[in-house]
């Protein structure tokens, strides 16, 4: 007899296995010669070599599913561990090309306007792309998408997402806490997005890896950026030096994302934002892309488009 073991730290049992190891007993009865144990973060197999290697990849493969979709259903289990790998035949196997991701428990998460779709667009066709627009017109959101599409598609090794900590100057230390703590505060959008397509616990994961990185702007000084989504936040409130820092931060293999609202420039007066810059500076370089949103592209609550529409006519900048 032989045995496997499956460390499966970054799985949530109940949203892999089901309320009451549902999907867990299923495989059980698929599988009726091997001895199937699960306690904690493991997943203990005892069995003849032969049906070990059988089970194993077809789990292999609902894991890889599972990753994908970020959900599973009693009959995906059936399907995917009934039949070979390149013979299983799932409820998503027409798939919508509009999908950028399934989010946490299945959530389908689109570009959502015009605009949104010319970021996806334009993201596949450039290296470099700045999507520039007021707030709650989802560029963040959609930015983060991408990364995390391309984190899954394994077309990246890792994502990095930063922001100027702009309110404190960049200087942190009078902020109670750790380090974490006193940045929490200024990354929490990036936060909130990637919860809504990661599962916890591989979110976790990479967070301890480093796969996942979100550190403020003056964080990136020195570095070179290989193989990495990275995005930029919040870049109307970076000054020129500090966008000239970031965007010589590319390396080999890599994706830049930089967003901002030109109307919402918390720098101090004298303080030229960088964001301004580069729309004259790089606006014909080939392999550079601009995109621009508007109140037509706000996925908020309906009265934001009438707000920024207001503030727009009135020429007084929203903070």
């Not at 005892?46 to 049906?51: L, N």
């Not at 998460?109 to 290296?127: C, F, G, H, P, Y």
């Not at 809504?196 to 702007?217: C, F, G, Q, V």
């Not at 966008?243 to 994706?255: A, E, H, I, Q, Y």
């Amino acid at each position: 007899m032989s045995e496997i073991i499956y460390e499966l730290s970054a799985y949530n049992p109940v949203e892999l296995f089901g309320a009451n190891e549902v999907r867990l007993k299923q495989i059980k009865v698929l599988f009726p010669k091997l001895k199937i144990i699960q306690r904690g973060n493991h997943l203990k197999l005892v069995g003849d070599p032969e049906s070990l290697q059988f089970f194993k990849e077809r789990f292999d493969n609902l894991l890889l599913f599972y990753d994908k979709y970020g959900k599973l259903e009693e009959q995906d289990v059936f399907d995917i561990m009934d039949h070979l790998p390149t013979q299983a035949k799932t409820s998503r196997s027409q798939e919508d090309p509009g999908i950028l991701v399934y989010g946490r428990n299945g959530k389908l998460i689109r570009a959502l306007s015009v605009n949104q779709e010319k970021m996806v667009s334009e993201s596949e066709k450039n290296d470099l792309l700045f999507a520039i627009g007021p707030a709650g017109t989802g560029k963040t959101y959609t930015a983060v998408a991408l990364a995390v599409r391309a984190l899954k598609n394994k077309e990246v090794r890792r994502i990095i997402l930063t922001r100027p900590a702009v309110e404190a100057g960049e200087n942190l230390g009078f902020l109670p806490g750790d380090m974490q703590d006193k940045l929490d505060p200024y990354l929490q959008p990036l936060y909130d997005a990637l919860r809504d397509m990661l599962p916890s616990r591989k979110l976790l994961n990479y967070w301890e890896d480093h796969t996942i990185e979100i550190a403020p702007l003056a964080f990136m000084r020195g570095r070179t950026l290989d193989n990495a989504y990275v995005i930029l936040d919040e870049a109307q409130n970076t000054t020129e030096m500090q966008m000239k820092m970031f965007l010589t931060r590319m390396g080999k293999n890599s994706k830049f994302i930089v967003t901002g609202d030109i109307t919402q420039i918390d720098l101090l007066r004298n303080q030229k934002s960088g964001l301004k810059q580069v729309e004259h500076l790089l606006k014909n370089v080939k392999g550079i892309s601009f995109v621009y949103l508007n109140e037509k592209d706000v996925v908020r609550h309906p009265l934001v488009s009438k707000i920024i529409h207001a503030y727009k006519q009135s020429q007084t900048p929203v903070r």
